[in-house]
């Protein structure tokens, strides 16, 4: 009996170390790296780099479908690492628009706090049935707060 452990345990340990050793050495899939390129994107799903969220986004950079450089929220740093990352050349930062920064009309702002839930970054602050204002350094200008305001108390305006 003792003879059967020895040897399943044996066998075990060297098909560990096999496939140890064929992890690190083949290619990882195309699944992982866009696992690897999600984890560097900010995660607002704002759609501003014209995908429906971060994650379809990174499909398409590994697919070679999207460039780098589409996403404002994550800024210069995010274009530096996802080009580290994936072996490509940094681009400068496209910025499809003038950034741009959510208002809202504090004298129109029911408090009905669905432009907070809205923001993928938080930042909108104010409690339910109180107003609410922008945080204006951490708007990434995405525009998702707008469509859900009942009373269109919220509007763009140029960063300044």
């Known amino acids: 009996m003792l003879t059967a452990v020895i040897t399943i345990a044996s066998i075990a340990l060297i098909a560990g170390i096999g496939l140890s050793v064929a992890s690190r050495r083949l290619p990882s899939s195309t699944d992982d790296l866009v696992e690897q390129v999600n984890d560097l994107l900010p995660q607002t799903q704002c759609a501003q780099c014209g ?6 986004f990174a499909a398409a950079v590994v697919a070679g479908q999207a460039a780098i450089n589409l996403c404002p929220p994550g800024g210069e ?22 950034p741009s920064v959510a208002v809202i009309d504090e004298a129109l702002c029911i408090g009905c706090t669905h432009c907070r839930n809205a923001c993928p970054v938080d930042a909108i602050v104010g409690a339910h049935q109180l107003m609410h204002t922008v945080i204006e350094t951490e708007c990434t200008g995405c525009e998702l707060c707008v469509a859900p305001c009942p009373v269109d108390c919220i509007s763009m305006r140029p960063l300044t």
């Open 77 to 98: 740093d995010t274009v530096r690492r996802l080009a580290e990352l994936l072996g490509r050349e940094v681009l400068p930062l496209v910025e499809s628009v003038t």
């Open 51 to 56: 995908y429906p969220g971060c994650r379809p």
